[in-house]
């Protein structure tokens, strides 16, 4: 580790430990720390998240009277209204529904077909998973485990909270459906309440019921707490007589970060994204983002907008490529079935776990932040092995995959599911992996190229872009210094994966790069050239109607300008060409984008700038 990272580090370690003992001060509450302060928690956290780690996917299930209603209020397609917000499972709140109302209409309607756990457990084993979370109880307040409290069993509102059918207990029945299949079964709790209705006495509730879930049940993998906001955390819960409690009967379950505040908070065994992908790795932590097969969690009539085995394969590898699980929720309908389009999905990403598994399943995350390739990277966490797995998301050009970055010499390269395939290394250049000019198999929708290495992987942990096998380089906005101006009244800014909002002169951006190949690769006679490289520079930009201007691309001692014109609409983009640069010598260097003249509301939607070598140079 350089100088300059260790400082970074240790600097970050000292601020982020400043931070936490700013939020015990502040907030006065003495459990608002990693495990409530308890030592045990602490002591053993690594050992008791190893299967964990090595899991790298799971199944969320989301059950409880909403699925009755799928999203209308009344619960009837063919009458109800139809609620468009995303998530089905809060339909009491969107049709601002009291009880006893939700719970008489609902509870006729809820009924969970005989053997449907087991189901989901043969689903979840055909998709490749290996552990599964499921709502014992959820924001509504209903149980889908057998509770003996006095206000469980005799409910002055709603009669009882227990809601599995006569003579079953569903939370009993999931467990016993998963652990059968080889998967570890985990505990979903919601710690709010929406129809207890004592505040002084919720807590001895609560702690009733994780006493249940902990003591009746056999050994569970996972306690999923959800969700607590600033003031309604750590000890607000009794967070730590919780967790007492589950050290007693569960002293091998991991738990999640829910009992404090915010998603990315370091206090439990892992944290917990929802519906996004954290855009680093974070060094030390473990992270589970939970995500939906469309976009509602509960089951809904009406939202269609399903993920297909391509998006939920590139999501699984992009969360392992940052050391990451991936917890993927199913929400049955009130008879316990799964949809359609989500288990058809669910068992295609299973037969390509069947080829690539190896690639997820036990990996560690990608030591770099930008693959040198359009995709995403896993390493395997067995040193006597060492693996490099490279997610191919686009098919590089001409079958070249550059591994640029890598120093450690490679052994041997196979193309999963295909064979092995040629590696190019010569002592001046980064090895490269020769491919098929295109994917043997079209219908793979993420190839994998795995690279055994000769001894552990090293690094050059440069953060900057690199150069592609052919010496061109994308620079992507996602990787720009924005130099916004501070008299703008509305400034440039990151939207999705382009700059936007240029609307002001006095406005710029910066693209630092790497340059380690600028010259003509080969003289005729096979010997390294050393002529000067020549580069065009082209923009992907979009411009809207009446809208564009111009702008100076300065790059070392050269100056390009560069004119804009409509696209037809801000999202449509299109390349343009500002022209060629010289390029002499390697090293770091920064190429500088600002406006001359802008015309309209803005100059343009800016995706990336690219160097291309220019054809036949030298």
């Given at each position: 580790?350089s100088?300059?990272?260790?400082?970074?580090s240790?600097?970050?370690?000292?601020?982020?430990?400043?931070a936490?003992?700013?939020?015990e001060?502040?907030?006065?509450?003495p459990?608002i720390m990693?495990?409530?302060g308890?030592?045990?928690w602490?002591?053993?956290?690594?050992?008791?998240v190893?299967?964990?780690?090595?899991?790298?996917?799971?199944?969320?299930?989301?059950?409880?009277?909403?699925?009755?209603?799928?999203?209308?209020?009344p619960?009837?397609?063919?009458?109800?209204?139809?609620?468009?917000?995303q998530?089905?499972?809060?339909?009491?709140?969107?049709?601002s529904?009291?009880?006893?109302e939700?719970?008489?209409?609902?509870?006729?309607?809820?009924?969970?077909?005989?053997?449907?756990?087991?189901?989901?457990?043969?689903?979840?084993r055909?998709?490749?998973m290996?552990?599964?979370v499921?709502?014992?109880?959820?924001?509504?307040g209903?149980?889908?485990f057998?509770?003996?409290?006095?206000?469980?069993?005799?409910?002055?509102?709603?009669?009882?909270?227990?809601?599995?059918?006569?003579?079953?207990?569903?939370?009993?029945?999931?467990?016993?459906?998963?652990?059968?299949?080889?998967?570890v079964?985990?505990?979903?709790?919601?710690l709010?309440?929406?129809?207890?209705?004592?505040?002084?006495?919720?807590?001895r509730?609560?702690?009733?019921h994780?006493?249940?879930?902990a003591?009746?049940?056999?050994?569970?993998?996972?306690?999923?707490?959800?969700?607590?906001?600033?003031?309604s955390?750590?000890?607000?819960?009794?967070?730590?007589?919780?967790?007492?409690?589950?050290?007693?009967h569960?002293?091998a379950?991991?738990?999640?970060?829910?009992?404090?505040?915010?998603?990315?908070?370091?206090?439990?065994?892992?944290?917990?994204?929802?519906k996004?992908v954290?855009?680093a790795?974070y060094?030390?932590?473990?992270?589970?983002?939970?995500?939906?097969?469309?976009?509602s969690?509960?089951f809904?009539?009406?939202?269609?907008?399903?993920?297909?085995?391509a998006?939920?394969?590139?999501l699984?590898?992009?969360?392992?490529?940052?050391?990451?699980?991936?917890?993927?929720?199913?929400?049955?309908?009130?008879?316990?079935?799964?949809?359609?389009?989500?288990?058809?999905?669910?068992?295609?990403?299973?037969?390509?776990l069947?080829?690539h598994?190896?690639?997820?399943?036990?990996?560690?995350?990608?030591?770099?932040?930008y693959?040198?390739?359009?995709?995403?990277?896993?390493?395997?966490?067995?040193?006597?092995d060492?693996?490099?797995?490279?997610?191919?998301?686009?098919w590089?050009e001409?079958?070249l995959?550059?591994?640029?970055?890598?120093?450690?010499?490679?052994?041997?390269?196979?193309?999963?599911?295909?064979?092995?395939?040629?590696?190019?290394?010569?002592?001046?250049?980064?090895?490269?992996?020769?491919?098929?000019?295109n994917?043997?198999?079209?219908?793979?929708?993420?190839?994998?190229?795995?690279?055994?290495?000769?001894?552990?992987?090293?690094?050059d942990?440069s953060?900057?872009p690199?150069?592609?096998?052919d010496?061109?380089?994308?620079?992507?906005?996602t990787?720009a210094?924005?130099?916004?101006s501070?008299t703008?009244?509305?400034p440039?800014?990151?939207?999705?994966?382009?700059?936007g909002?240029?609307?002001?002169?006095?406005?710029?951006?910066?693209f630092?790069?790497?340059?380690?190949?600028?010259?003509?690769?080969?003289?005729?006679?096979?010997?390294?050239?050393?002529l000067p490289?020549?580069?065009?520079?082209?923009?992907?930009?979009?411009?809207?109607?009446?809208?564009?201007?111009?702008?100076?691309?300065?790059?070392?001692?050269?100056?390009?300008?560069?004119?804009?014109?409509?696209?037809?609409?801000?999202?449509?983009?299109?390349?343009?060409?500002?022209?060629t640069v010289?390029?002499?010598?390697?090293?770091?260097?920064?190429?500088?984008?600002r406006?001359?003249?802008i015309?309209?509301?803005?100059?343009?939607?800016l995706?990336?700038?690219?160097?291309?070598?220019?054809?036949?140079?030298?």
């Open positions: 580790m100088r300059f990272l260790f400082r970074s240790l600097c970050c370690a000292l601020l982020a430990a400043q936490l003992a700013a939020d001060a502040s907030t006065g509450d459990e990693a495990f409530a308890s030592e045990e602490k002591a053993d956290h690594e050992q008791r190893k299967w964990f780690r090595e899991a790298r996917f799971g199944m969320f299930i989301h059950l409880g009277l909403y699925s009755a209603a799928g999203g209308y209020w619960p009837d397609p063919a009458k109800g209204i139809r609620y468009e917000q998530q089905a499972e809060r339909i009491r709140t969107w049709a529904v009291g009880e006893p939700y719970g008489t209409a609902l509870k006729p309607l809820f009924k969970p077909e005989p053997g449907c756990t087991a189901e989901w457990a043969k689903l979840a055909e998709a490749g290996r552990y599964a499921f709502t014992a109880k959820h924001h509504e209903y149980t889908l057998n509770s003996k409290s006095e206000y469980s069993v005799h409910n002055p509102v709603t009669g009882s909270t227990n809601i599995s059918p006569a003579g079953r207990d569903l939370f009993r029945e999931f467990t016993d459906s998963f652990r059968s299949e080889g998967l079964p985990g505990a979903y709790y919601s709010i309440d929406w129809q207890y209705p004592d505040a002084a006495r919720y807590r509730y609560l702690h009733q994780l006493t249940e879930l003591s009746g049940y056999g050994p569970l993998g996972i306690l999923w707490v959800d969700y607590s906001s600033a003031g955390e750590g000890a607000h819960w009794g967070t730590r007589s919780i967790l007492d409690i589950w050290r007693t569960q002293p379950a991991i738990v999640n970060n829910r009992f404090w505040s915010g998603l990315e908070n370091p206090y439990g065994d892992f944290f917990t994204p929802e996004y954290p855009p790795g060094n030390g932590r473990i992270f589970e983002a939970c995500h939906t097969l469309n976009e969690f509960g809904s009539h009406h939202d269609n907008s399903w993920k297909g085995p998006d939920v394969i590139r699984l590898a992009e969360v392992a490529s940052k050391g990451g699980n991936l917890l993927l929720n199913v929400g049955p309908d009130a008879h316990g079935r799964i949809p359609d389009p989500a288990a058809r999905t669910l068992r295609e990403v299973g037969k390509w069947g080829t598994g190896e690639a997820i399943y036990g990996t560690t995350g990608s030591p770099l932040l693959p040198p390739f359009k995709g995403w990277i896993t390493l395997s966490a067995d040193d006597r060492p693996t490099l797995y490279c997610h191919i998301r686009e590089p001409g079958g995959l550059s591994l640029e970055g890598l120093d450690t010499p490679c052994s041997s390269a196979t193309l999963l599911g295909t064979g092995f395939v040629d590696i190019e290394q010569s002592g001046n250049g980064p090895p490269t992996i020769r491919l098929p000019a994917p043997p198999d079209p219908s793979d929708p993420l190839p994998v190229v795995a690279v055994r290495l000769n001894g552990p992987p090293v690094f942990f953060p900057y690199r150069q592609a096998p010496r061109s380089i994308t620079l992507l906005a990787q210094v924005l130099s916004p501070v703008a009244t509305n440039m800014r990151m939207e999705e994966s382009h700059i909002f240029w609307s002001d002169t006095g406005e710029s951006v910066w630092p790069f790497m340059m380690r190949y600028p010259f003509t690769p080969r003289n005729a006679d096979g010997s390294e050239a050393k490289g020549r580069f065009e520079v082209m923009l992907d930009a979009a411009v809207g109607s009446e809208s564009g201007g111009e702008v100076e691309i300065r790059l070392l001692d050269q100056t390009l300008h560069c004119s804009l014109s409509s696209t037809s609409h801000w999202r449509e983009f299109r390349e343009v060409s500002a022209g010289t390029i002499s010598q390697p090293g770091l260097m920064a190429l500088h984008v406006p001359l003249k015309k309209g509301i803005g100059l343009m939607n995706r990336s700038v690219k160097l291309i070598p220019v054809a036949g140079d030298g």
